[in-house]
Nanobody, 128 residues
Framework: QVHLAESGGGFVQAGDSVRLSCVAF????????MGWFRQVAGKNRDVVAAISWGGRNTHYADSVKGRFTISRDNTKNTLYLQMNSLRPEDTALYYC?????????????????????WGHGTQVTVST
């Protein structure tokens, strides 16, 4: 069983930067494709960014391209999301997720159905 623990959320102002972290406990982090998703109450959970287990391939939602950076440190079993130039519309509950399975080092996933393990989320609130 894999347990994912997010941290780093909080209340910030528009234009600020925040780095989210997600530590994985159990399982084999180095073999998991990982992703960050976000959800606003009453709306779908959407992908923000995804990264292959090898770390070479990444994907970003159009709304965050050029502002957010996903990365991972396999030596620390940790996934990161660096968020710059935050906007009020970035306000959401942010989840990290792990896709277990036999994927190539270049595969990443953007659908919630592709992920097997989820954290409980960390809230990011951006004020004007």
């Amino acid at each position: 069983q894999v347990h994912l623990a997010e941290s780093g959320g909080g209340f910030v102002q528009a234009g600020d930067s925040v780095r989210l972290s997600c530590v994985a406990f159990g399982g084999t982090f180095t073999s998991y494709a990982m992703g960050w998703f976000r959800q606003v109450a009453g709306k779908n959970r959407d992908v923000v960014a995804a990264i292959s287990w090898g770390g070479r391939n990444t994907h970003y939602a159009d709304s965050v391209k050029g502002r957010f950076t996903i990365s991972r440190d396999n030596t620390k079993n940790t996934l990161y999301l660096q968020m710059n130039s935050l906007r009020p519309e970035d306000t959401a509950l942010y989840y990290c997720a792990a896709a277990a399975g036999y994927y190539s080092a270049s595969d990443y996933f953007t659908s919630i159905d592709d992920y097997d393990y989820w954290g409980h989320g960390t809230q990011v609130t951006v004020s004007t």
